[in-house]
């Protein structure tokens, strides 16, 4: 299995490379940009791109602000905790990102057709969340899929941590807090 993941890997990060020369950018800051643009608002932090993409505070805080010289996040304070600083991307962020995932990806999910992509994405969460469970680390993936997670409706939902508001859009972008409802399967 390591072989298999270990070249994937090395595919992706190489079009990430080729796609993060287009825009002047190192491939971490590339990944940067994702991860802003699929996490949710208890996500978007520093400390939340951190610990998404494994990488030092010192490393994130000059990649981020280089991303900001550069006009792809904008940090913006919480209203409630005025030492909490947020990020968001920019229109020119936004460009970026919707070049995400690299066009090998979308390819690939092309070639393989509806019914066997969505297989493929069911087999790779559960590898996700099995990871996850047996290293003893949370978090980061998809708010409707976590214990906390509570339909008010079709539209809204609320979180059972934080007792908040979400909605429908809010709901399918992934959370550093989330819990898996039960074991990996």
């Known amino acids: 299995m390591y072989s298999y993941l270990e070249r994937i890997n090395s595919l992706v990060r190489a079009q990430e490379q080729n796609l993060a020369r287009q825009y002047n950018l190192q491939p971490a800051q590339l ?9 949710n608002r208890y996500s978007d932090t520093p400390a939340g791109v951190t ?12 990649s981020l602000k280089i991303l ?3 006009g792809y996040v904008e940090k913006r304070g919480d209203e409630q905790d005025k030492r909490q600083v947020h990020l968001a991307l920019t229109a020119s962020g ?47 993936e998809v708010c409707r899929t976590c214990t ?27 959370c550093r807090e989330h819990i898996a409802p039960t074991e990996p399967a």
């Open 31 to 39: 990944r940067m940009l994702y991860y802003l643009g699929i996490c």
């Open 51 to 62: 610990d998404y993409l494994q990488l030092t505070k010192g490393t994130v805080s000059q």
């Open 68 to 70: 900001a010289e550069k």
């Open 94 to 140: 936004l460009e970026i990102f919707s070049h995400l995932p690299p066009d090998l990806l979308v390819a690939v999910g092309q070639a393989l057709g509806e019914a066997e992509a969505q297989q493929m994405t069911d087999l790779l969460r559960n590898l996700l969340s099995t990871m996850q469970y047996v290293n003893g680390l949370t978090g980061f």
């Open 148 to 174: 906390y997670h509570r339909p008010l409706d079709e539209t809204q939902f609320c979180c059972g941590l934080t007792n908040e508001i979400l909605t429908a859009p809010e709901a399918q972008l992934i």
